[in-house]
């Protein structure tokens, strides 16, 4: 009976974790270059059941009742890094890659720390200072590590393969990289992405298209109908805690009283 409490709790734990993931998708469904999440389950290991110290098999006596499985644990969360849609804004530093890859991000922590980040989101604008920077303020790479300034006064276009050009001369090249696996990359915030030890980088597929905004890859149909599945298996576990909480009580109150 305790075994059967602790499954449905450990069930509830992770519904939550999962409810937690989906929200946070449907919270991001309008967020430029998000890439959705979702999660794993485990089975704990099953193990072998002894009784012992009984009186009803003599207490130096070990009976073999079984095997038994304490439930589901969390597995693993992971990011779905499939194409989003894309939206027309004509706007020419709204940029989109079509195809794997990555935009090289230089990105300035509250510590004043800096280093590179990787995002598909490319709602990039000119700064003061005629630098191409994200929403946030940060700055766009090109192929050699570098800012990339343009000149403010003059109208700029961008090819399919990174090249700005402005009065029909190249000026600089925005940087696209990819990476030989995914694996190897993990989430800052709700679109950056950061490489970790062992992440090796690749020459990107991806066309760079201006005028265009990646969307959130976020299915909200979908999503709704998944968080609706989860809140059902949630309150299913919810209600065999309060049965055996129940009979618990009975046989610890009113049984134990005979």
Do not use: C, H, W
């Not at 919270?27 to 009803?56: C, H, M, R, W």
């Not at 499939?82 to 991000?105: E, H, K, M, P």
């Amino acid at each position: 009976m305790v075994k059967g409490l602790y499954t449905a709790y450990t069930g509830m734990v992770n519904e939550q974790n999962r409810m937690d993931i989906m929200t946070n998708n449907l919270a991001n469904a309008s967020t430029v270059g998000y890439k959705k999440e979702g999660s794993t389950s485990q089975s704990f290991n099953d193990v072998l059941t002894v009784k012992i110290k009984d009186q009803s098999v003599g207490m130096r006596n070990v009976q073999r009742i079984g095997i038994k499985n304490p439930g589901v644990k969390i597995g693993e969360n992971y990011t779905d890094y499939t194409q989003g849609s894309f939206r027309i804004t004509d706007n020419t530093y709204d940029l989109a890659l079509a195809g794997d890859g990555f935009f090289a991000i230089e990105f300035t922590n509250k510590a004043g720390e800096t280093d590179t980040k990787y995002t598909r989101a490319g709602q990039f604008t000119l700064n003061k200072d005629g630098y191409l920077v994200t929403e946030e303020g940060d700055y766009v790479l090109d192929t050699q590590n570098r800012r990339i300034r343009l000149n403010t006064l003059l109208d700029s276009k961008i090819t399919d393969d990174g090249t700005i050009y402005q009065n029909d001369q190249a000026v600089a090249r925005i940087q696209v990289t990819d990476f030989e696996d995914y694996d190897y990359l993990e989430k800052y915030g709700e679109a950056y992405y950061q490489p970790i030890e062992g992440a090796k980088t690749t020459t990107a597929d991806a066309q760079v298209k201006s005028g265009y905004l990646e969307m959130a890859n976020v299915q909200i149909v979908s999503e709704m109908v998944n968080l609706i599945s989860i809140t059902r298996a949630y309150e299913s576990n919810q209600k065999v805690v309060q049965t055996i909480d129940g009979t618990l009580d009975v046989a610890a109150n009113q049984i134990g009283k005979l």
